[in-house]
Nanobody, 117 residues
C-alpha cells in the first residue's frame, strides 16, 4: 500500500484546510497523525475501513472531521477553526484501527500545515 498525502499549506487562525490521502489500494483502517517541531508524533483521528466508526484526539474534536471514499481510494481530514497549535506535519497512515503508531504499517510522506496567528 502506498499513501500520498496532500493539501497542506499556510492558513490564518480560524481558517480551514482539507487534507487528502490517496492510497494505491487499502482495506485497512486509516488515520492521521501529526508531528510538530521538537515534539513526538501524535494521533489525530482514525476511521475504520468501512467508515462506520471514527475517533478523535480531544484537542480536535468538533473541529476536524475524518472521512474516506473507498471508491476513490482516498481519505480526507477536514480541518476547521484551525489554531496555531495545529501547526505540524500531518501524516496519513493505514493499518489496524488504533491510536498507536505501531499499529500502522503504511505511511504517507507528510504534508505541512502552518497556522498563523
Amino acid at each position: 500500500v502506498q499513501l500520498q498525502a496532500s493539501g497542506g499549506g499556510l492558513v490564518q487562525a480560524g481558517g480551514s484546510l482539507r487534507l487528502s490521502c490517496a492510497a494505491s489500494g487499502s482495506s485497512y483502517a486509516m488515520a492521521w497523525f501529526r508531528q510538530a517541531p521538537g515534539k513526538e508524533r501524535e494521533f489525530v483521528a482514525r476511521i475504520t475501513w468501512g467508515g462506520g466508526s471514527t475517533y478523535y484526539v480531544d484537542s480536535v474534536k468538533g473541529r476536524f472531521t475524518i472521512s474516506r471514499d473507498n471508491a476513490k481510494n482516498t481519505g480526507y481530514l477536514q480541518m476547521n477553526s484551525l489554531k496555531p497549535e495545529d501547526t505540524a506535519v500531518y501524516y496519513c497512515a493505514a493499518g489496524r484501527y488504533s491510536t498507536n503508531t505501531l499499529n500502522y504499517g503504511y505511511w504517507g510522506q507528510g504534508t505541512l500545515v502552518t497556522v498563523s496567528s
